[in-house]
């Protein structure tokens, strides 16, 4: 009863924008699929004499709703009164464009789909290869609008292209979009953390070990950032106030360090004999996860951010590693081996209900979350073939989102 | 793994090459692991002493050019030391090898030596680097026990970033992964 209550205001208040709805609806197609809003989404109308044939921003739009579970998509060429009815269709998404050499102009419309009126309309102009990104924007209004909720379809991706000889930076969009090299050396470059919006600290062995470096992806400028003459590694930065947590093996072991944004303030906050690396930060910055084999074998600790109140999470299997902390706050994912793969969990923070989420065959490795903690992303694959896949945080819809056969060791940037 | 080509130096005099060449087979009968600590230093060695530390802000390791002689004791010397799976002990094989590279480093006082330990591929990427740096350290104090300063060695870890054969099948091909390599450094 509750939940035919919700879905009934939900309808209500986009009749309300729209003026005119269509009284009658099947409340069961929505108690099916995680309250979703079915949409349609059409082709949009070409004003101008070049056809766009790749990147169309009704595709993006479209696979955008879908991927994130809140809504049917119903792709149609032309408005389907009969299928908009079958399938409970309020809302359309439609649109114009003209393209004139490489920039384009895109007009973006939701419009009630029984009366035709339009509800939203968004304008966009630039050059073509930002085409996908204004779909993404438009996707990002359509949450926003519809489910009150911040949209994370403009969020991106980096991690590192494994070419067998050297390991370099890229990045891409969420849905494995523009994919290109932030960074392009001989060399060893691994474990990205985004800093902010636009920068990146990672691991470099530029100058013969593993130093922490940081980059800014829009001036291309980068610089070493944290280094001594021993190991440096595994930076994870805090979306709260940018302090970064990292291991290293400057004081004889391997263990967690925090620091200010400008380096200041560096502190140890592990002091066990064990290995202790991996660190990640809780969304709330109070907390740390980490990895550490303190108890004779790699498994998943989280303490305060300070180091102390040290609790072991994970006691299933005999090796966990590389702990992501949920944006929602509530639940860790991390790698777990049984029979010599990976596959990836999620636990609660206190350590209960551990969940396998991936059951595809190869290794999973490497887990990161999407900015509203909906999604996984991880690596898969054996031997030399390895690609980002993203999954539901319970396991459903799993999608491959490169194919280049070297993708590993991302990060999902943060709102 | 990309092996560095190490730079043949030119012009090596007659008398020199027909020294190094006697001395190379000398050298590879003779060779036999040093006994335990209580060594005696050759002199020379002793009058050599390790370079100062770089105290620039900014350390970094880089590979030493050498000369042909040294380039080619270096390669006979400064073999890998294999370690066990998930495992830093020294075996009996990597205790005989870092006898030997206990010596080059007595030889050559005033070289510095970088131990990098490294990992097969079958652990994961983060915790590697630790397992990697315990091989490295593991290997920098037993030299430490022969009496080679810990000033001379230096240590890092590639974790499983750096595998000496790639996309291993079976337990001899990560055998060969799970090592500390050791290089002379500027």
Known sequence: MEHMKKTAILLLSIGAMCGIFAAKFNLDLYASKFDSIPIAVLPFANKGAAVLDTNRP????????????????????????AAYAANNVGVQIDGEYTLTGNTIVLDCFLRDAAAGEQIVGRKYQGDLKHLRTMAHRFANEMMEIMLGEKGYFTSLIVYVRDDGKNKNLWIMDYDGGNQRAITNAAGINIFPSFADSSSVIWTSFLRGKPDLYKGNIVTGRSEIFMYSRYVTTSPSVSTVDGRIVFASSRNGNMDIYVCEPDKSGLKQITFNKAVDTSPCWSPNGYQVAFCSDRAGSPQIYVMDADGANVKRLTFEGNYADS????????????????????DIWTIGVNGANPVKVTTCPGSNEYPTWSPDGSHIAFSSGRGGAIDMCVVRADGTDLQRITKSGQAKMADWSHF | MVARTMMASAGIFAFGLSLMLAGCTKKAVNIEPLPPPALQPKADAAAARPRAFDTSSEISFKEADLDEQLRREAAEKLKPVYFDFNSFSLRADAIERLGIIAGFCKDHGNLRLLVQGHCDERGSSEYNMGLGERRSRAAKDYLSDYGISPAQVEVTSYGKEQPAVAGCGDEACHQQNRRDEFKVLQ
């Open chain 1, 58 to 81: 009704w595709q993006v739009i479209g696979d955008d709703l879908a991927f994130s579970g809140r809504f049917n998509v119903l792709r149609a060429d032309k408005p389907d009164t």
């Open chain 1, 323 to 342: 702990p992501a902390w949920s944006p929602k706050g509530d639940r860790i994912a991390y790698q777990m081996q049984t029979d010599w793969k990976f």
